[in-house]
């Protein structure tokens, strides 16, 4: 074994390993964001008895009525919604709620997830060192630079100061859930790709692939809670808002804004992803002589872009806005994820010798 193979092997080893410990501090963070919410819990007499306790000027009104000779306090209301019957909810307080502990325990889960993205950025850099190109030739590597990148998406959020925290414990799950595919079933040693793949494309196409699913990530997730909350809100119209999955709602954003932002998201990354189908034609052309051939993974590419341009149009069409335009967007989602791993692991065609 030459000196460089040696390397590279030893490159590799330590890519395993920093990806490893990447997953056991996520691990740990995962717990931190359980916590969080756990211990942000308030119960309806606690948030009442906070409501009656607080300093002014967030202290309710209280006021006095006179009947007779006998002065009467009221009880001081506590308002949850902007007016009877309305959906124009505020957002909830956060996992945290309004507990110091739980608001704890959830920067430990941050300091936790920073730490363990840099554990992950390692793992993927070295991987990269290892094989001399870009660390995505295979589902493997896509699959650990995907969660990277959806980590950095999630932490880049938070760094521009947006109301992101409750993304923690879905981020961590899926990205535990991703890697835990990536290690145990989609690994491949370090190695050299086919000709084909060797082109600067490579690096403008697939990054652009991955960065374009880690942000509709974060829209589909938010979409899927927007549901959640909007049930949420429709229950407590109705004064059926009771129990524990209640009061963990009650905590997110409102509907309204849980709605925009996934929107928001969608709608900044699309233009990316038509730029990484628009990418892919042109390294096809320069690899087999043809822009576009009906490979299954083009298709598939075809037929998220037109989903989610499906739905980017309901936003604008009156009657296909909120849960439906919603459904649209986790529809979208589910087409890019089939699109890899199906595409890629049950559908044979000119992509498939990046093989799992």
């Known amino acids: 074994m030459t000196l460089a193979a040696a390397t590279n092997e030893n490159l590799a080893h330590v890519s395993n390993v920093l990806i490893y410990s990447a997953m056991a501090v996520y691990t740990l963070a995962f717990l931190a964001h359980i916590a969080e919410w756990v211990f942000g819990s308030r119960s309806a007499v606690g948030r009442t008895a906070a409501a009656l306790t607080a300093e002014a000027p967030a202290r309710p009104a209280v ?16 308002i949850t919604r902007a007016a009877p019957g309305s959906r124009d909810v505020p957002d909830g307080p956060g996992a945290a709620g309004t507990s110091e502990k739980g608001d704890l325990y959830g920067r430990i889960a941050v300091s936790l997830t920073v730490l363990a993205f840099a554990l992950h950025a390692g793992g993927v850099l070295t991987r990269a060192l290892s094989v001399q190109r870009a660390p995505w030739g295979n589902m493997y590597e896509f699959s650990t630079t995907f969660g990277m990148t959806a980590v950095a998406v999630y932490l880049g959020l938070l760094a521009a100061k947006k109301n992101v925290r409750w993304l923690g414990l879905p981020l961590t799950t899926s990205i535990l859930l991703d890697l835990g595919l990536a290690v145990s079933v989609l690994y491949t040693d370090s190695d050299q790709l086919v000709p084909a793949l060797h082109s600067y494309w490579l690096w403008i196409h697939v990054s652009c692939a991955i960065i374009s699913g880690a942000a509709l990530w974060v829209g589909a997730t938010s979409t899927l809670f927007y549901l959640f909350r909007d049930g949420h809100e429709v229950r407590l119209a109705e004064g059926r808002a009771t129990g524990a999955w209640d009061n963990a709602l009650s905590r997110l954003p409102s509907a309204a804004t849980l709605d925009k932002f996934a929107y928001r998201i969608n709608a900044t990354v699309f233009p990316l992803w038509t730029f990484t189908i628009i990418a892919g034609a042109i390294w096809a052309e320069a690899a087999w002589g043809r822009y576009w051939g009906w490979d299954p993974k083009e298709v598939w590419t075809f037929i998220t872009w037109v989903a989610y341009a499906c739905y980017l ?22 087409c890019y994820l089939f699109n890899y791993y199906g595409v890629n692991i049950l559908l044979s065609g000119k992509h498939s010798y990046a093989g799992v």
């Not at 006021?63 to 506590?78: H, Q, Y």
């Not at 309901?314 to 967007?329: F, H, I, M, S, V």
């Open 63 to 78: 006021t006095v009525k006179k009947a007779g000779g006998t002065a009467v306090l009221e009880r001081p209301e506590v």
């Open 313 to 334: 149009h309901a936003r604008a069409t009156a009657g296909w806005k909120g849960r439906k335009a919603a459904y649209l967007a986790l529809l979208a989602f589910a």
